[in-house]
Protein backbone atom coordinates (compact mmCIF):
# COMPACT_ATOMS: atom_id res chain seq x y z
CA UNK A 1 0.00 0.00 0.00
CA UNK A 2 0.88 3.88 -0.39
CA UNK A 3 0.52 5.46 2.78
CA UNK A 4 0.88 9.12 3.17
CA UNK A 5 1.86 10.70 6.97
CA UNK A 6 1.50 14.14 7.80
CA UNK A 7 3.21 15.27 10.89
CA UNK A 8 4.93 11.80 9.83
CA UNK A 9 8.33 13.49 11.96
CA UNK A 10 6.28 13.37 14.92
CA UNK A 11 5.96 11.05 17.68
CA UNK A 12 2.74 9.09 16.42
CA UNK A 13 3.68 9.78 13.05
CA UNK A 14 7.02 8.05 12.68
CA UNK A 15 5.72 5.52 14.65
CA UNK A 16 2.88 4.61 11.97
CA UNK A 17 5.67 5.02 9.47
CA UNK A 18 7.85 2.46 11.02
CA UNK A 19 4.82 0.17 11.41
CA UNK A 20 3.88 0.67 7.51
CA UNK A 21 7.72 -0.01 6.11
CA UNK A 22 7.59 -3.14 8.51
CA UNK A 23 4.75 -4.64 6.61
CA UNK A 24 6.13 -4.28 3.21
CA UNK A 25 4.36 -0.82 2.30
CA UNK A 26 5.89 2.57 0.85
CA UNK A 27 5.26 5.69 3.42
CA UNK A 28 5.74 9.51 2.37
CA UNK A 29 5.88 11.58 5.09
CA UNK A 30 5.01 15.54 5.40
CA UNK A 31 6.31 17.48 8.13
CA UNK A 32 7.33 21.32 8.66
CA UNK A 33 9.73 19.85 11.62
CA UNK A 34 8.01 22.71 13.56
CA UNK A 35 8.18 20.39 16.57
CA UNK A 36 9.13 16.70 15.09
CA UNK A 37 12.21 16.27 14.31
CA UNK A 38 14.59 14.20 11.52
CA UNK A 39 15.80 12.15 14.86
CA UNK A 40 12.64 10.29 15.10
CA UNK A 41 12.84 9.01 11.36
CA UNK A 42 16.93 7.66 12.15
CA UNK A 43 16.36 4.33 11.85
CA UNK A 44 14.11 5.03 8.45
CA UNK A 45 15.55 7.64 6.70
CA UNK A 46 17.75 5.64 4.52
CA UNK A 47 14.93 2.83 3.82
CA UNK A 48 14.34 2.63 -0.17
CA UNK A 49 10.72 2.79 0.40
CA UNK A 50 10.81 5.96 2.62
CA UNK A 51 10.62 9.77 1.80
CA UNK A 52 10.27 12.90 3.95
CA UNK A 53 9.13 15.93 2.60
CA UNK A 54 9.75 18.91 4.26
CA UNK A 55 6.99 21.47 4.30
CA UNK A 56 4.18 23.24 5.74
CA UNK A 57 1.21 21.41 5.00
CA UNK A 58 -1.19 23.88 4.87
CA UNK A 59 0.33 24.69 1.39
CA UNK A 60 -1.56 22.56 -1.26
CA UNK A 61 1.85 21.74 -3.09
CA UNK A 62 1.86 19.43 -6.30
CA UNK A 63 3.92 16.77 -4.07
CA UNK A 64 1.35 16.87 -1.31
CA UNK A 65 -1.41 16.44 -3.96
CA UNK A 66 0.24 14.04 -6.35
CA UNK A 67 1.09 12.07 -2.78
CA UNK A 68 -2.70 12.36 -1.16
CA UNK A 69 -4.10 11.44 -4.93
CA UNK A 70 -2.54 7.91 -5.25
CA UNK A 71 -2.69 6.86 -1.76
CA UNK A 72 -4.48 4.07 -0.24
CA UNK A 73 -4.06 5.44 3.62
CA UNK A 74 -3.75 9.05 4.73
CA UNK A 75 -3.24 9.84 8.24
CA UNK A 76 -3.41 13.47 9.04
CA UNK A 77 -1.42 13.58 12.28
CA UNK A 78 0.01 17.46 11.55
CA UNK A 79 -1.17 19.78 14.90
CA UNK A 80 0.14 22.36 16.93
CA UNK A 81 -0.05 20.76 20.69
CA UNK A 82 1.35 20.46 24.37
CA UNK A 83 -0.62 22.87 26.46
CA UNK A 84 2.94 25.00 27.10
CA UNK A 85 2.83 25.72 23.23
CA UNK A 86 -0.74 26.44 22.97
CA UNK A 87 -0.75 28.35 25.51
CA UNK A 88 2.16 30.65 24.02
CA UNK A 89 0.46 30.64 20.66
CA UNK A 90 -3.46 30.65 20.37
CA UNK A 91 -3.33 32.23 17.27
CA UNK A 92 -1.05 29.66 15.44
CA UNK A 93 -2.75 27.13 17.35
CA UNK A 94 -6.36 27.71 16.01
CA UNK A 95 -5.12 28.65 12.47
CA UNK A 96 -2.67 26.12 11.64
CA UNK A 97 -4.44 22.97 13.30
CA UNK A 98 -7.42 24.70 11.08
CA UNK A 99 -5.87 25.48 7.81
CA UNK A 100 -3.73 21.92 7.59
CA UNK A 101 -7.08 19.81 8.06
CA UNK A 102 -8.76 21.52 5.41
CA UNK A 103 -6.39 21.29 2.95
CA UNK A 104 -5.82 17.66 3.63
CA UNK A 105 -9.73 17.65 3.25
CA UNK A 106 -10.12 19.54 -0.44
CA UNK A 107 -7.13 17.51 -1.57
CA UNK A 108 -8.24 14.34 -1.02
CA UNK A 109 -11.95 15.99 -3.19
CA UNK A 110 -10.39 18.05 -5.42
CA UNK A 111 -8.15 14.67 -6.71
CA UNK A 112 -10.96 12.27 -6.17
CA UNK A 113 -8.59 10.49 -4.11
CA UNK A 114 -9.93 6.71 -2.98
CA UNK A 115 -7.20 6.60 -0.22
CA UNK A 116 -8.86 5.96 3.59
CA UNK A 117 -8.36 8.89 5.69
CA UNK A 118 -7.65 9.11 9.40
CA UNK A 119 -7.98 12.63 11.24
CA UNK A 120 -6.33 12.34 14.39
CA UNK A 121 -8.98 14.52 16.69
CA UNK A 122 -8.20 14.12 20.65
CA UNK A 123 -10.00 13.74 23.98
CA UNK A 124 -9.48 17.35 24.97
CA UNK A 125 -12.55 18.04 23.01
CA UNK A 126 -14.84 16.22 25.94
CA UNK A 127 -13.28 19.12 28.65
CA UNK A 128 -13.77 16.57 31.79
CA UNK A 129 -16.42 14.63 30.46
CA UNK A 130 -15.72 11.44 31.96
CA UNK A 131 -15.86 7.53 30.25
CA UNK A 132 -17.02 10.01 27.77
CA UNK A 133 -18.65 8.16 24.91
CA UNK A 134 -18.03 9.98 21.10
CA UNK A 135 -21.58 10.74 21.54
CA UNK A 136 -21.44 12.95 24.76
CA UNK A 137 -22.08 16.54 24.22
CA UNK A 138 -19.12 18.84 23.85
CA UNK A 139 -19.28 21.77 25.82
CA UNK A 140 -17.05 25.55 25.25
CA UNK A 141 -17.32 27.33 28.48
CA UNK A 142 -18.10 31.33 27.76
CA UNK A 143 -15.26 33.53 28.10
CA UNK A 144 -12.71 31.08 29.11
CA UNK A 145 -10.92 31.08 26.18
CA UNK A 146 -7.14 30.67 27.08
CA UNK A 147 -7.67 26.99 27.48
CA UNK A 148 -9.70 26.60 24.02
CA UNK A 149 -7.39 26.93 21.06
CA UNK A 150 -6.43 23.63 20.71
CA UNK A 151 -9.60 21.76 21.73
CA UNK A 152 -11.70 23.91 19.44
CA UNK A 153 -9.46 23.29 16.61
CA UNK A 154 -10.35 19.36 16.71
CA UNK A 155 -13.78 20.02 16.97
CA UNK A 156 -13.81 21.83 14.03
CA UNK A 157 -11.37 19.41 12.12
CA UNK A 158 -14.31 16.79 13.29
CA UNK A 159 -16.99 18.95 12.12
CA UNK A 160 -15.07 19.45 8.71
CA UNK A 161 -14.23 16.24 8.40
CA UNK A 162 -17.72 14.56 8.35
CA UNK A 163 -18.81 17.69 6.31
CA UNK A 164 -16.46 15.59 3.52
CA UNK A 165 -17.46 12.65 4.53
CA UNK A 166 -21.34 13.36 3.75
CA UNK A 167 -20.95 16.36 0.63
CA UNK A 168 -18.06 14.56 -1.33
CA UNK A 169 -17.91 11.00 -0.58
CA UNK A 170 -14.44 10.90 0.76
CA UNK A 171 -13.52 7.63 3.38
CA UNK A 172 -12.52 9.21 6.69
CA UNK A 173 -12.47 7.85 10.44
CA UNK A 174 -12.04 10.83 13.22
CA UNK A 175 -9.88 8.91 16.41
CA UNK A 176 -10.35 11.03 19.43
CA UNK A 177 -6.72 9.91 21.07
CA UNK A 178 -6.10 10.02 24.38
CA UNK A 179 -2.62 10.90 26.35
CA UNK A 180 -0.46 8.62 24.17
CA UNK A 181 3.21 7.57 25.23
CA UNK A 182 5.90 5.39 24.39
CA UNK A 183 9.73 5.11 23.34
CA UNK A 184 10.17 8.00 21.01
CA UNK A 185 7.85 10.18 22.27
CA UNK A 186 9.88 13.87 22.41
CA UNK A 187 10.33 16.00 25.90
CA UNK A 188 8.76 18.83 25.68
CA UNK A 189 7.60 20.50 29.13
CA UNK A 190 4.26 19.34 29.65
CA UNK A 191 4.53 16.39 27.67
CA UNK A 192 4.82 14.00 31.18
CA UNK A 193 6.34 10.67 30.27
CA UNK A 194 9.80 11.89 28.47
CA UNK A 195 10.08 14.76 31.00
CA UNK A 196 9.83 13.10 34.22
CA UNK A 197 11.59 9.67 33.04
CA UNK A 198 14.99 12.02 31.58
CA UNK A 199 14.52 13.92 35.43
CA UNK A 200 14.73 11.14 37.46
CA UNK A 201 17.09 9.86 36.05
CA UNK A 202 19.42 12.95 36.39
CA UNK A 203 18.06 13.20 39.78
CA UNK A 204 16.26 16.48 39.37
CA UNK A 205 13.09 17.55 41.09
CA UNK A 206 9.35 15.92 39.25
CA UNK A 207 7.24 19.13 38.76
CA UNK A 208 3.52 17.41 39.21
CA UNK A 209 1.20 20.25 38.80
CA UNK A 210 -1.90 20.71 41.12
CA UNK A 211 -2.47 18.54 43.40
CA UNK A 212 -1.89 15.47 42.01
CA UNK A 213 -4.71 14.21 42.56
CA UNK A 214 -6.11 13.98 38.93
CA UNK A 215 -6.20 10.72 37.26
CA UNK A 216 -5.18 9.98 34.06
CA UNK A 217 -4.70 6.97 31.53
CA UNK A 218 -1.90 6.42 28.81
CA UNK A 219 -1.51 4.37 25.61
CA UNK A 220 1.05 2.56 24.60
CA UNK A 221 2.08 4.33 20.53
CA UNK A 222 2.16 0.26 19.92
CA UNK A 223 -1.29 -0.07 20.47
CA UNK A 224 -2.42 3.48 18.91
CA UNK A 225 -0.78 2.39 15.54
CA UNK A 226 -2.89 -0.86 15.58
CA UNK A 227 -5.79 0.72 16.51
CA UNK A 228 -5.30 2.95 13.54
CA UNK A 229 -4.56 0.63 11.54
CA UNK A 230 -7.59 -1.39 12.30
CA UNK A 231 -9.87 1.15 11.68
CA UNK A 232 -9.17 2.35 8.26
CA UNK A 233 -9.52 -1.48 7.81
CA UNK A 234 -12.80 -1.72 8.78
CA UNK A 235 -15.79 -0.45 6.28
CA UNK A 236 -18.18 0.24 9.21
CA UNK A 237 -15.35 2.83 10.51
CA UNK A 238 -16.30 5.75 8.05
CA UNK A 239 -17.78 8.32 9.13
CA UNK A 240 -17.30 7.68 12.58
CA UNK A 241 -15.59 9.33 15.76
CA UNK A 242 -14.46 6.68 17.88
CA UNK A 243 -12.31 7.24 21.27
CA UNK A 244 -9.02 5.55 21.00
CA UNK A 245 -6.38 5.33 24.01
CA UNK A 246 -6.02 3.39 27.21
CA UNK A 247 -8.57 2.69 30.39
CA UNK A 248 -6.13 1.88 32.97
CA UNK A 249 -5.78 5.01 35.46
CA UNK A 250 -3.17 6.37 37.19
CA UNK A 251 -2.97 9.43 39.69
CA UNK A 252 -0.18 12.02 38.68
CA UNK A 253 1.24 12.10 42.12
CA UNK A 254 1.25 8.29 41.66
CA UNK A 255 2.75 8.17 38.45
CA UNK A 256 5.69 10.29 39.37
CA UNK A 257 6.38 7.96 42.22
CA UNK A 258 6.54 5.20 40.05
CA UNK A 259 8.69 6.86 37.85
CA UNK A 260 11.04 7.45 40.85
CA UNK A 261 11.15 4.11 41.63
CA UNK A 262 11.77 2.58 38.40
CA UNK A 263 14.48 4.92 37.92
CA UNK A 264 15.76 4.62 41.68
CA UNK A 265 16.15 8.46 41.15
CA UNK A 266 16.34 10.30 44.21
CA UNK A 267 14.55 13.35 42.62
CA UNK A 268 11.98 15.04 44.77
CA UNK A 269 8.45 15.56 43.77
CA UNK A 270 6.94 19.05 44.30
CA UNK A 271 4.03 20.16 43.99
CA UNK A 272 3.09 23.60 41.26
CA UNK A 273 0.42 25.57 41.31
CA UNK A 274 -1.14 25.95 38.26
CA UNK A 275 -0.66 29.81 37.91
CA UNK A 276 2.91 29.57 38.51
CA UNK A 277 3.05 26.43 35.57
CA UNK A 278 0.61 28.30 33.20
CA UNK A 279 0.64 31.41 34.05
CA UNK A 280 -2.89 31.57 34.53
CA UNK A 281 -6.30 30.32 36.13
CA UNK A 282 -6.13 26.87 34.92
CA UNK A 283 -9.10 24.36 34.95
CA UNK A 284 -8.03 21.15 35.18
CA UNK A 285 -9.85 18.07 34.24
CA UNK A 286 -9.76 15.68 37.57
CA UNK A 287 -10.38 12.73 36.20
CA UNK A 288 -10.25 11.41 32.19
CA UNK A 289 -10.72 8.16 30.95
CA UNK A 290 -11.95 6.74 27.37
CA UNK A 291 -14.63 4.90 27.15
CA UNK A 292 -13.71 1.98 24.16
CA UNK A 293 -16.50 0.25 23.58
CA UNK A 294 -17.14 1.88 20.26
CA UNK A 295 -13.46 0.70 19.34
CA UNK A 296 -14.10 -2.58 20.43
CA UNK A 297 -17.42 -3.05 18.22
CA UNK A 298 -15.89 -1.32 15.26
CA UNK A 299 -12.56 -3.60 15.09
CA UNK A 300 -12.83 -5.98 17.60
CA UNK A 301 -9.10 -4.45 19.37
CA UNK A 302 -8.55 -3.15 22.47
CA UNK A 303 -5.31 -1.46 23.32
CA UNK A 304 -3.56 -4.35 25.81
CA UNK A 305 -0.01 -3.07 26.44
CA UNK A 306 0.03 -2.32 30.53
CA UNK A 307 1.21 1.21 31.71
CA UNK A 308 3.99 -1.00 33.88
CA UNK A 309 5.60 -2.48 30.51
CA UNK A 310 5.39 0.97 28.54
CA UNK A 311 7.41 2.50 31.43
CA UNK A 312 9.74 -0.14 32.12
CA UNK A 313 10.26 0.24 28.24
CA UNK A 314 10.65 3.98 28.29
CA UNK A 315 12.92 3.80 31.40
CA UNK A 316 15.42 1.26 29.23
CA UNK A 317 15.35 3.64 26.54
CA UNK A 318 16.12 6.60 27.83
CA UNK A 319 18.43 5.39 30.50
CA UNK A 320 21.16 3.94 27.25
N1 LIG B 1 0.36 12.50 21.81
C1 LIG B 1 -0.82 12.52 22.40
O1 LIG B 1 -0.94 12.20 23.60
C2 LIG B 1 -2.05 12.93 21.61
C3 LIG B 1 -3.29 12.94 22.27
C4 LIG B 1 -4.42 13.32 21.57
C5 LIG B 1 -4.31 13.69 20.22
N2 LIG B 1 -3.09 13.68 19.61
C6 LIG B 1 -3.03 14.09 18.21
O2 LIG B 1 -2.25 13.16 17.47
C7 LIG B 1 -1.52 13.82 16.43
C8 LIG B 1 -0.04 13.47 16.52
O3 LIG B 1 0.45 13.82 17.81
P1 LIG B 1 1.97 13.58 18.26
O4 LIG B 1 1.97 13.24 19.69
O5 LIG B 1 2.64 12.69 17.27
O6 LIG B 1 2.53 15.08 18.13
P2 LIG B 1 3.97 15.58 17.62
O7 LIG B 1 4.10 17.01 18.04
O8 LIG B 1 5.04 14.62 18.05
O9 LIG B 1 3.81 15.48 16.04
C9 LIG B 1 3.13 16.43 15.29
C10 LIG B 1 3.97 16.70 14.05
O10 LIG B 1 3.24 17.58 13.20
C11 LIG B 1 4.18 18.49 12.61
N3 LIG B 1 3.40 19.64 12.17
C12 LIG B 1 2.65 20.48 12.93
N4 LIG B 1 2.03 21.38 12.15
C13 LIG B 1 2.41 21.11 10.87
C14 LIG B 1 2.09 21.68 9.59
N5 LIG B 1 1.25 22.73 9.46
N6 LIG B 1 2.65 21.12 8.49
C15 LIG B 1 3.48 20.06 8.58
N7 LIG B 1 3.82 19.47 9.76
C16 LIG B 1 3.28 20.00 10.88
C17 LIG B 1 5.19 18.76 13.71
O11 LIG B 1 6.44 19.23 13.23
C18 LIG B 1 5.31 17.38 14.36
O12 LIG B 1 6.36 16.61 13.80
C19 LIG B 1 -1.82 15.31 16.60
O13 LIG B 1 -2.83 15.68 15.70
C20 LIG B 1 -2.31 15.42 18.02
O14 LIG B 1 -3.19 16.52 18.19
C21 LIG B 1 -1.96 13.32 20.28
Not at 151 to 160: A, C, D
Request: a neutral charge; glycine letters at 8%.
Amino acid sequence: MRIVITGGAGFIGSSLAKFHLERGDSVIAFDSLISGGKQSLATISEHPHFCLVEQDICRPTPELREAIASADRVYHMAAILGQHVVLRDPIGTLSQNIASCETVLRIMDEEKSKARLAIASSSAVYFGELFATEEALLTIPSGEWKQQPYRLSKIINEVMALSYVHEKGIFCVIPRLSNITGIGQNTPKGIIMPHWIKKAIKGEPLQVYGTGQQLRTFCNVRDIVQGLHLLLETDRANGEIVNLGSEEEISLIDLARKIKALCNSHSRIELIPYKQAYGIEYTEIMRARPNLAKLEKLTGFRPAVKLEETLKEMVDSYAL
